[in-house]
């Protein structure tokens, strides 16, 4: 093993450590169980919000913080980075004219069982379902987010976030999600659960650009699981502390407006970690 090698194994394994310890800070002693099986849609899922007690879903009282953020812009438009029985209870919540709906999954089978509901469901609430696939397990958080603070492409986006040049910004969503204007932006997804599960890195970012480059009015982002290390680091960085209006729980709303800094997303600088 060459020197140069042997010191990029020992950066790899320090911050590896260093992420892990961090989790472990926040963990405490409760470490998050397994996922169990996907069954929600199933198990009597019929929409109206209430998520079963084992799943790591919103409880009631976030999911009134985040019924209330949706049903004060509707209808409006709305993106949501996740998707289960209760997150597409949403889209009901988002009717009327003009109003535009649209999920974001990972899980083919999620899309499916919404599609389904959809399709069910007749023109009132309707919602269109997107697929894509998160590149970046939760594990690499810390890495880059070392790598996008060094990197001027990933400082506050001007363009369009289609064509932003930061490893962050979710590029491979489709037009309609892209180009479109959200007024409201929900991060409950992709899982983000372990160290090896697909992150929220690239949605809180993509949120946070899309809500930056959006212009005209402020744009509503929810955060779920906001005790976990990778979602408070990075709404932190991208959303700021500045936005934070409410906070339910595990779900936080930040109001992004228009103006601020010209090439960063926080007028104040979040607290260095390293
Ligand atoms: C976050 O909160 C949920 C529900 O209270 C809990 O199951 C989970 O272990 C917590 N995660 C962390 C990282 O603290
Ligand atoms: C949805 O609401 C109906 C009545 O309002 C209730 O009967 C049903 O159990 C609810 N579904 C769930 C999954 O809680």
Redo the contacts with the bound molecule.
């Keep these: 093993m060459s020197p140069k090698q042997l010191l990029t194994t020992i950066l790899i394994v320090f911050s590896t450590l260093s992420f892990i310890k961090l989790m472990l800070l926040t963990h405490s002693a409760s470490s998050s169980p397994a996922r169990p099986g996907r069954s929600a849609w199933d198990a009597?899922?019929?929409g109206?919000g209430?998520a079963g007690a084992a799943t790591d879903g919103l409880n009631a009282k976030e999911f009134a913080l985040l019924r209330s953020v949706v049903a004060a812009r509707a209808p409006c438009g709305l993106l949501v980075f996740g998707l289960s029985p209760q997150l597409l209870a949403l889209a009901a919540v988002n009717d009327g004219q003009g109003a535009a709906t649209a999920f974001v999954t990972d899980s083919a089978e999620d899309a499916a069982s919404a599609r389904r509901v959809l399709a069910g469901r007749g023109p009132g609430g309707s919602a269109a379902v997107h697929r894509t696939t998160y590149q970046d397990p939760a594990g690499e958080a810390w890495a880059l987010l070392r790598r996008a603070r060094a990197s001027p492409v990933c400082g506050r986006p001007t363009g369009t976030v289609r064509k932003s040049g930061c490893r962050l910004a979710l590029t491979s969503l489709p037009r309609e999600v892209l180009d479109a204007r959200w007024d409201v932006v929900v991060v409950d997804g992709p899982s983000g659960a372990g160290p090896g599960e697909p992150g929220r890195m690239g949605a809180i970012y993509t949120a946070a650009a899309l809500a930056r480059a959006a212009g005209g009015g402020a744009v509503d982002v929810a955060v779920h699981n906001m005790n976990r290390t990778v979602e408070r680091w990075y709404a932190r960085e991208y959303l700021c502390e500045d936005n934070l209006v409410a906070a339910k729980g595990r779900l936080w709303h930040f109001r992004v407006a228009a103006g601020g800094p010209p090439d960063a997303f926080c007028s104040t600088a979040p607290v260095q970690i390293l």
């Design positions: 009597g899922g019929s109206n209430t």
